[in-house]
């Protein structure tokens, strides 16, 4: 693709109230005014420029919406509290009582908990399904149907979604397309390749440090302003607000992410091809033999390779879990949820961040019990890291030394 989102997080550009080459955080909950009507325009939404209340908006969350908008080529963007404070308000604006969506049946477990368990109090339903079968998901519309729901990359088995394909569809039944791109910031730019909403937990690659939690929503002005509204925005009313000092933290982060997000890949990259020679069932978009390598590759800002995160499979949970215990007493990393870590983080997904899907639905969908999904961190010697990783396996034979 033609779009260079990194240059875009460059060139946004902003002075700090006295001169600062970070913006001034605003420390503030509530804002002035010098007229009651200005006061009165602003909850009308007609006083550009004018802040209300923090839950609404406040400078410092403004600063870092406007960056991350400027990196997936939205019209605007909403910074939220967690990713699941930007995921939950999304639907929850886009679909009422009686309506349907459809979901990619290998999502992060806390969304299809959300979709599963939650939404149908609301009576609002949901269709799990194969994403990356046209067919099959076309076949799941019906005249209820208002948004379709994928990842890019799909956690834990990082299926790829077709984003043109699937932005085709929802087009011709005019319908959302609301894409989380977690996995994969940088690398993918889903906006600009038809979808409507993108989303981002902000607490993994974007951050990158793992101390704060926070999300985004990037859209159409008009979508963000909805959000917004004082009487029926879902963001407004159900009030996730990131922390002004947060945002800023996030801000700073941002600006290395180019960086950040190549060594994750090259690295990523490097370990997922030796892992793969030395025999194991290793799932990654660069391997060649990842079914859908080819459509990740015609996604791609190419310069970013293909994301930090990999899984094996070796087995069995017992073995697994040996393994990743093993992993973090020679200090590769920590036995972590959560992803996006200047540090290696491993964890078995089945009973960790996918442990709300139930067992059966879990084998259904491939996630059997010995997959350790890996975030692949910033390390600098990437070979000394394999032979560790490969040591590691052999003292607990998962590795056979005559294998590699």
């Known amino acids: 693709m033609s779009f260079k989102p990194a240059n875009d997080i460059q060139d946004h550009h902003h002075f700090g109230e006295f001169g600062g080459v970070n913006p001034s955080i605003s420390d503030s909950a509530t804002y002035t005014f010098l007229s009651a009507k200005k006061m009165f325009d602003t909850f009308e939404g007609k006083a550009e420029g004018c802040y209300l209340y923090s839950r609404h908006s406040s400078p410092s969350t403004l600063y870092l919406g406007e960056a991350i908008s400027a990196m997936e080529g939205t019209e605007s963007a909403h910074v939220t509290a967690s990713g699941m404070g930007a995921i939950t308000p999304v639907m929850l604006q886009i679909c009422g009582a009686g309506d349907h969506m459809i979901s990619s049946r290998t999502i992060y477990g806390g969304t299809y908990a959300f979709l599963k368990n939650f939404a149908p109090r609301l009576n609002i339903n949901t269709s799990f399904v194969d994403i990356t079968n046209l067919e099959k998901v076309e076949a799941s519309i019906n005249e209820n149907t208002k948004m379709i729901f994928c990842e890019v ?227 600098n010697d990437i070979e000394r890291t394999y032979q560790k990783m490969k040591q590691c396996m052999i003292e607990l034979d998962v590795l056979k030394p005559e294998m590699v």
């Open 153 to 379: 990359v799909s956690n834990p088995l990082l299926e790829v979604a077709d984003i043109k394909g699937l932005a085709m569809l929802a087009k011709k039944h005019n319908l959302k397309l609301v894409v989380d791109n977690t996995f994969s910031p940088l690398s993918v730019s889903p906006g600009k390749l038809g979808a409507d909403v993108i989303i981002h937990s902000l607490t993994k690659f974007i951050n990158g440090t793992n101390d704060t939690v926070g999300g985004v929503i990037c859209g159409t002005q008009n979508f963000i302003d909805e959000l917004r509204s004082v009487n029926d925005g879902a963001c407004m009313l159900l009030g996730s607000t990131l922390d002004s000092l947060r945002a800023a933290s996030i801000l700073k982060n941002l600006r290395t992410l180019h960086l950040r997000v190549k060594q994750h890949s090259y690295n990523a990259q490097y370990l997922a091809e030796r892992f793969e020679r030395d025999g194991l069932r290793t799932v990654y978009p660069g391997l060649e033999s990842h079914p859908s390598h080819e459509l990740y590759k015609s996604m791609l800002n190419e310069e970013f390779g293909f994301g930090g995160m990999l899984t094996i499979d070796i087995g069995c949970l017992e073995k697994a879990n040996e393994l990743m215990e093993k992993m973090q007493d020679e200090k590769l990393g920590y036995l972590a949820v959560s992803l996006g870590f200047y540090k290696t983080l491993f964890s078995a997904p089945g009973t960790s961040t996918s442990s709300e899907i139930p067992e059966d639905e879990q084998k259904e969908m491939g996630l059997s019990d010995g997959i350790i999904r890996f975030s692949i961190g910033l390390d």
